[in-house]
């Protein structure tokens, strides 16, 4: 009969303490889900380098968060390591959320041309400047014999064949967290605001660092004034050739798109980033200017011949004045 008391007392503690685990567990796990919604907030339009990490208070757990980015897994994503520590217990968890930051890594703009997804050009990627290099966050092809006048950056260790690389090639080159304008932002912060479909022969921005948020497709080509920003939700057109109207002009395009350059035999100048693609639709020369895209297309026969401008990796001030993705905010 005692043992059987015993016995039933053993079983009574053995419930007890299951009991009290799966209590523990329940309220770390309320608390993981109270630091990942504090790191949502802390993240929200904030301007951030990833791996990032950051401690929160939920009642009495300290839960520590690392987040780094897994937008190659998911676009515009971020991969959450959670863990906290009671009871003499360590508690984990990793979740996948969206990345509701802004990625600072003015980096991107020092360039030439950089993109960030597998890329192809079906005829030459060509750089003519002494100090021009590329960056691939990926793999790209060329179709026809292309040189890079100075370094190649990408993150195979294999250099893509047809290239040819004048400085260093740097296979293996660790990746770059994708940057990606916020639309809101840049709705709230324009001087100047256009609805539909614009399309524009030359553009005057008045004063500089203006910035003119188009809420449709942008039709563009010939003459720009002052320095200024073009932020358009929808896609842009190059039609025709660009120029600067003064030597001190700038211009940024900026799309969370596509931009095409759709007339061949074209000469262009400015900053394009494309958070979609860049299309070369036919030859293409950027004479003064530099290119980032998530990724680039060509069509067959279509050439692309850069020459980089270094003025806004050379004043990060005023790059952050002209909004560029990755400077600003």
């Known amino acids: 009969m005692a043992s059987i008391i015993v016995s039933m007392v053993a079983m009574a503690g053995q419930q007890y303490t299951a009991e009290t685990h799966d209590e523990q567990t329940m309220r770390a796990q309320y608390a993981l889900e109270g630091a990942l919604t504090n790191l949502r907030y802390s993240l929200n339009g904030s301007v951030t380098t990833f791996p990032y990490s950051a401690s929160f208070t939920v009642g009495s757990f ?19 390591a959670e863990s906290c520590s009671r009871w003499n217990r360590t508690f984990r968890a990793t979740r996948t959320i969206g990345n509701p930051s802004s990625i600072h890594d003015p980096s991107w703009w020092n360039f030439a041309a950089a993109m960030n997804s597998t890329s192809t050009f079906q005829d030459h990627l060509t750089t003519h400047g002494a100090n021009d290099d590329v960056y691939a966050n990926s793999t790209f092809t060329v179709g026809a014999n292309s040189t890079i006048q100075n370094d190649l950056y990408t993150i195979s260790i294999t250099q893509p064949a047809s290239v040819t690389v004048k400085g260093t090639f740097f296979g293996g080159t660790a990746p770059k967290t994708w940057i990606r304008p916020r639309n809101p932002l840049y709705a709230a ?12 022969n030359n553009y005057n921005f008045g004063t500089d660092y203006s910035l003119v948020y188009i809420n449709g497709d942008l039709h563009y080509h010939n003459k720009i004034t002052k320095k200024g920003t073009f932020y358009v939700t929808g896609d842009i057109y190059i039609t025709d050739n660009t120029t600067y109207n003064g030597a001190a002009d700038k211009v940024v395009f900026i799309t969370p798109n596509t931009i095409h350059f759709t007339k061949n035999g074209t000469t262009q100048i400015g900053y394009y980033y494309a958070g979609t693609a860049i299309s070369i639709e036919g030859d293409t020369t950027l004479n003064k200017g530099g290119m980032v895209a998530k990724q680039f297309t060509s069509g067959s026969g279509d050439k692309l011949d850069i020459t980089w401008d270094n003025w806004a990796s050379a004043n990060s001030a005023l790059a952050t004045q002209m909004f560029f993705p990755g400077f600003w905010p």
């Open 189 to 200: 912060n324009a001087t100047t605001t256009l609805s539909g479909d614009q399309t524009f």
């Open 62 to 80: 300290t839960v520590t968060t690392t987040s780094t980015d897994n937008s190659g897994v998911t676009p515009d994503s971020l991969s959450v």
